[in-house]
């Protein structure tokens, strides 16, 4: 939190271009497809999720500094959040649209803002509680045991407030964030990550196996233009968001040129949240599948060009130097 406070407002800003400007941009061309407008407004917010790990890895392996590097990071942060507010509206709203029996206006649009929020509270609030059962005394092993158990207590209460509205979407993610961000905010608690790591691995395994299993390969063929076209305007509409952000608060040239490179990898929440589409909607809409499929294949696309885009940015940017590589 500390190191968010430097230039906050120019983050928040450039996010909000960037992962709005791939929500409503993607979101068109899919409509342009015959996609309902819901559906293809719903696979937009989706498109606006950046997979964080390609990038903070380059980073991270390269030992990368400098203001871009920070700005990098910083919008990577609240890309996520912001983009699985508009997925968790648009997924209760295609919801909405798909039940003709709702069509109350505060259930389909603000009921999802505000439950949502009421989870990152949530959420925060446990941070706040594990920050006060964790004592250094603690084994490594009790540690790991009340991070998980807490975590999904958290995941669990999701469950229950989803109960008040079928068509309502809640993100167990957003709350899980900010159980993360308070608990090392208060106490600077940096070995609990690699614990959870390590812990979650296998997790993380049988997660993109499921997905796989999920993966359609014959309606690859139905959807071979239209995956072309997300894979492509993805890019494009992130790219040009990060710039007319950039522009708007007057950033430094680099981050104007090459912030877009490393938003461009895209897989894990990515997938999680077709996952989701397809878990909530499958049983009463194909496009459910289509989502899917649309997702996963171009994920691992992303996947295969998104680290290279996040080096290179870096290296241009100037956070990445002959020095780094050699160290």
Same mark, same amino acid.
């Given at each position: 939190?500390?190191?968010?406070?430097?230039?906050?407002?120019?983050?928040?800003?450039?996010?909000?271009?960037?992962?709005?400007?791939?929500?409503?941009?993607?979101?068109?061309?899919?409509?342009?497809?015959?996609?309902?407008?819901?559906?293809?407004?719903?696979?937009?917010?989706?498109?606006?999720?950046?997979?964080?790990?390609?990038?903070?890895?380059?980073?991270?392996?390269?030992?990368?500094?400098?203001?871009?590097?920070?700005?990098?990071?910083?919008?990577?942060?609240?890309?996520?959040?912001? @983009?699985?507010? /508009?997925? #968790?509206?648009?997924?209760?709203?295609?919801?909405? &649209? !798909?039940?003709?029996? *709702?069509?109350? %206006?505060?259930?389909?649009?603000?009921?999802?803002?505000?439950?949502?929020?009421?989870?990152?509270?949530?959420?925060?609030?446990?941070?706040?509680?594990?920050?006060?059962?964790?004592?250094?005394?603690?084994?490594?092993?009790?540690?790991?045991?009340?991070?998980?158990?807490?975590?999904?207590?958290?995941?669990?209460?999701?469950?229950?407030?989803?109960?008040?509205?079928?068509?309502?979407?809640? @993100?167990?993610? /957003?709350? #899980?964030?900010?159980?993360?961000?308070?608990?090392? &905010? !208060?106490?600077?608690? *940096?070995?609990? %990550?690699?614990?959870?790591?390590?812990?979650?691995?296998?997790?993380?395994?049988?997660?993109?196996?499921?997905?796989?299993?999920?993966?359609?390969?014959?309606?690859?063929?139905?959807?071979?233009?239209?995956?072309?076209?997300?894979?492509?305007?993805?890019?494009?509409?992130?790219?040009?968001?990060?710039?007319?952000?950039?522009?708007?608060?007057?950033?430094?040239?680099?981050?104007?040129?090459?912030?877009?490179?490393?938003?461009?990898?895209?897989?894990?929440?990515?997938?999680?949240?077709?996952?989701?589409?397809?878990?909530?909607?499958?049983?009463?809409?194909?496009?459910?599948?289509?989502?899917?499929?649309?997702?996963?294949?171009?994920?691992?696309?992303?996947?295969?060009?998104?680290?290279?885009?996040?080096?290179?940015?870096?290296?241009?940017?100037?956070?990445?130097?002959?020095?780094?590589?050699?160290?």
């Amino acid at each position: 939190i500390a190191s968010l406070k430097k230039g906050l407002g120019k983050i928040v800003v450039i996010t909000l271009f960037e992962t709005i400007f791939a929500t409503v941009g993607v979101g068109l061309l899919m409509w342009a497809f015959n996609l309902p407008i819901y559906i293809a407004l719903l696979l937009g917010s989706i498109a606006a999720t950046t997979s964080s790990v390609s990038t903070m890895m380059t980073i991270k392996q390269y030992r990368c500094t400098g203001e871009f590097v920070e700005t990098t990071l910083k919008v990577i942060a609240f890309d996520n959040i912001i @983009s699985l507010i /508009l997925f #968790s509206l648009m997924l209760s709203i295609s919801k909405a &649209n !798909l039940d003709s029996s *709702s069509n109350n %206006v505060f259930l389909t649009i603000f009921l999802p803002i505000l439950l949502n929020i009421l989870i990152i509270l949530i959420g925060g609030f446990f941070g706040f509680i594990l920050s006060k059962i964790i004592t250094p005394n603690r084994t490594k092993d009790n540690r790991l045991i009340l991070t998980v158990a807490m975590n999904l207590f958290l995941v669990g209460i999701c469950g229950l407030l989803s109960l008040i509205d079928k068509n309502v979407s809640l @993100s167990p993610l /957003l709350g #899980s964030m900010a159980f993360g961000v308070i608990y090392v &905010n !208060l106490t600077k608690d *940096s070995k609990i %990550v690699s614990q959870l790591s390590d812990f979650g691995a296998p997790i993380t395994l049988l997660f993109f196996v499921r997905s796989g299993m999920s993966f359609n390969l014959p309606s690859l063929l139905n959807i071979g233009l239209i995956g072309l076209v997300y894979l492509v305007s993805r890019v494009v509409f992130k790219y040009l968001g990060s710039i007319i952000g950039a522009l708007v608060t007057k950033s430094n040239k680099n981050v104007i040129k090459y912030l877009g490179m490393p938003l461009i990898p895209q897989a894990g929440v990515s997938i999680g949240l077709a996952s989701l589409v397809a878990t909530s909607l499958g049983e009463i809409t194909p496009y459910a599948d289509t989502i899917q499929s649309i997702i996963i294949a171009t994920g691992i696309i992303y996947e295969f060009i998104g680290p290279a885009f996040a080096k290179l940015s870096l290296k241009l940017a100037g956070g990445l130097t002959e020095e780094n590589i050699k160290k």
